[in-house]
């Protein structure tokens, strides 16, 4: 069996125990029937990745020594993913899949033709603990409340670079917008903004237009849902300018 | 509203009568709440997209005339996807974004470590056609039914590039390996192969390194699901060598 990995968000030294959390137990006792002695991967988002053993169990506790680290903490690509909150699935789906592509913080945006009013942070937050367990990442992304796009842009730093989709074909193929940036120069922070299903607003388009730090990208002749979208840009990033594009 | 869009597997001609299935008069007349003179857009694989009228309806039957023709038959990139099979609501989600991204050929195989044993085609069919209707394209894919991975590679035809994405990180950047096809060549055919989630078993690893027509691809550090894995590698083909790459 595969040594399962946890995320525990408390500091990790040589020998230090650990308990996690009642949820945490009842996985690894109920679900992965994991007894005294048996080992765990372990990471907190700051210190790497941790050995440890299981030393002691009870019906709802589960306490662990930290035997050793594995990995030393990487640099990861600073890239944040803005989007228009969609229905359930589908925004399970997308942060889970956002977590896997090397995000570091997630935004849920209200725009004008956002239609889901509420969103579920904390069920956001234990989807991208799942997948960065799962896809063996040391850290997991920030999901950030709700707010407004045009509060986010109206704040915007001008070091971090925007790309957003725009789905009325006039932004330039992606794979051209990111080799071009690729040329000028290495960029140290981007973000990938994905509107709503009906698009965005003309007010929305028009002061994403004329923001130099704003580039808008095209996706290609086919109507792309939101969380295809969202994967899709992501993806090219990660291929042309993230991690994806050492050998 | 928007013009709903229907996929007809009928002939198209000026004028002709169009009757559809009950499911489709289902969902125009109980769900879309359709009624007589109200128009809708067709299209059947391969007379482009047609402008249609209801003028005739009743509890379960709803016929259609044909008015103009929208839009020509247009060409497409000739892309396969290979994949093998995940779990129910997974593998919907694959074959949709599959189609999404312009995929023309769907081919769920059995490898070594397929975990899955049964697929129904007939729901991966109606998940294309969906699919199909809402992202505008003009074609639905084709979805073979399951066939063994050794057997497909062993018929494999010369002139179609497979891309397999290797977990074991024995493969070249995406970007780079599309970049360098785009460069020596057009390339007219290709196919992208997505493993089980436990991977290639060696034997198949050992007969997808010895083809030169087949090409491991690498998908960065972290551990893709499968899914995640194939709508990735379909973005980036068809940005770097499809027809997202036209301005």
């Known amino acids: 069996m595969r ?5 525990v968000d408390q500091n990790f030294s040589l020998g230090q125990t650990i308990s996690v959390s009642e949820s945490q ?6 679900v992965l029937r994991m007894s005294e002695g048996d080992k765990l991967r372990l990471f907190n988002g700051r210190d790497g990745e941790w050995l440890g053993k299981i030393f002691s169990i009870s019906r709802r506790h589960c306490s662990l020594k930290l035997c050793s680290q594995k990995e030393k903490q990487n640099s990861e690509e600073d890239l944040w993913l803005i989007f228009s909150p969609i229905k359930r699935s589908r925004i399970d789906f997308v ?5 896997e592509l090397g995000v570091i913080r997630i935004l849920p945006v209200i725009t ?8 579920n942070t904390q069920r956001l937050i234990s989807n991208t603990v799942e997948a960065a367990q799962q896809c063996g990442r040391l850290s997991v992304p920030r999901v950030l409340e709700p707010q407004s796009l045009k509060s986010l842009l109206a704040d915007w730093k001008v070091d971090r670079k925007l790309f957003y ?5 006039g932004g330039s193929p992606i794979n051209k917008t990111f080799n071009d940036v690729k040329m000028k120069n290495k960029l140290n922070s981007a973000a990938i903004l994905i509107g709503p299903e009906g ?8 002061l994403l237009n004329k923001n130099p730090n704003f580039t808008a990208i095209d996706l290609g002749p ?3 849902r939101a969380d295809t979208a969202a994967i899709a840009a992501l993806s090219c990033w990660q291929a042309v300018l993230g991690d994806w594009s050492n050998a």
């Open 3 to 7: 040594v399962p990995r946890l995320f």
């Open 25 to 30: 137990a009842h996985y690894l006792i109920q």
């Open 95 to 99: 942060v889970s899949k956002a977590t």
């Open 112 to 119: 004008d033709f956002t239609n889901v009013k509420r969103v």
């Open 165 to 169: 989709c725009d789905e009325t074909r």
């Open 199 to 206: 698009g965005f607003s003309s007010s929305e388009l028009e």
């Open 222 to 224: 086919r109507v792309l």
